[in-house]
Each structure stands twice: as structure tokens, then as C-alpha cells.
């Protein structure tokens, strides 16, 4: 057996465990009564956006995985690229919700450990920064590993004439499209309403 190819789901292993460490020792900090309640509100409208966002994507997934299953149905695509495709765009959007999370959590707590040091302000946004990096590759190794086993174990049944590297790379392809699918939607969407928030900001100032 090639002990190598486990490298990939072993690493993926590893990120979220560290993830998760970061992130424990994130909401173990104190956070300030003021600033809590503060980043309390703040929770509660990126709470409103994430849910609002993915019920839109939703509809966007399921519409294209409609036209890639009836692009497998006829030959034109390989039968597993609906899925890869919506797959990717799962994980995806779990590593943003996971990282709004932590962000919406440690702002409040990092203010807080400013107060007393700036060292202990840095340690609190560099280990909820390192969540949000660690998670995103620990689900991105993790997806394409499984992935790969799992196109290797029907490259025998689905091949169709395909060297083995090239049924799957194809099929992992659409991984990615989904993947870029859901982060172009967060960007777009995080940008408007980033900027609507701006926008109150200065009506209130102003009045």
C-alpha cells in the first residue's frame, strides 16, 4: 500500500484539530460587559446576512446540480460531478459560517485582552484569525480526500475509457467549481452588505 496518499486526510486531521484548539482557547478569554453586548448586535446581523446568503446560494446549488445531473444523464459529463460540485460548495460555505463564528466572537474578546496588554490582544486575533485559515484547509483536504477514495473504488465500474488520473481529475475539477461558486457568492454578498451597514453608519452619525 502507498502509505503516502494518506498524507492529505492525515493533514486535514490535523488543521481541524488545531482549528478547534484555537478556537476553544478563543472562548475561554473574557469578554467586557460593554463590549459584549455590542458584539452581541453584531452577531445577531451577521447571523441575519449568513442566512439570508444561503438560502439565495441554495436555490443557485440546486439549479445546478439539475443541469450537471441532466448533463451525466445524456454522457456529456461524468455522473459524479453533480455531486463533487454541490459538495464543494458545502464545505465551502461551512468554513465561512465557521469562520463568521469565531470572528464574531473573538472581536469583543479582543478588545478586552487590549486592555491589559497588547500581547494577549495580539494572541486573541492571531489564534481567531488561525481558526478561519485552519479550517478551510483542513475541510478542503478533507473533501478531496474522500474524493479521491471514493473515485478510485468506481474507476473500475465508471471509467468509460478514461485512465484512472484523468476520471478522477475531472470529476475533482467540479469540487472546485463549487467551491469558488460559494466563496464568489460570500464576497459579492459580504461586500453589499458591508457597505449598507456603511451607509447606516454615517445616516446615524450624521443625524
Known sequence: MQYWILAAPAAAVLAL??????????????????????????????????????????????????????????????????????????????????????????????????????NKGLRAAFSAGSVMGLVVVGLGLADISVWYFVLKGFYGIAGSGLTEAQFIATNMVTFGMGASSMALFARVGGGIFTKAADVGADLVGKV
Open 17 to 118: 484539530a488545531f482549528a478547534l484548539f484555537f478556537a476553544r482557547r478563543v472562548l475561554k478569554m473574557p469578554e467586557d460587559k460593554g463590549a459584549g453586548r455590542i458584539a452581541a448586535i453584531i452577531r445577531k446581523g451577521a447571523n441575519a446576512f449568513l442566512k439570508r446568503q444561503y438560502l439565495v446560494v441554495a436555490v443557485f446549488f440546486v439549479c445546478m446540480f439539475a443541469v450537471l445531473g441532466v448533463l451525466a444523464l445524456v454522457g456529456f459529463v461524468g455522473p459524479f460531478m453533480p455531486f463533487a460540485f454541490v459538495t464543494g460548495g458545502i464545505f465551502s460555505g461551512l468554513s465561512g459560517f465557521l469562520g463568521m463564528k469565531i470572528a464574531t466572537a473573538a472581536n469583543a474578546r479582543t478588545a478586552t485582552a487590549c486592555k491589559n496588554s497588547l
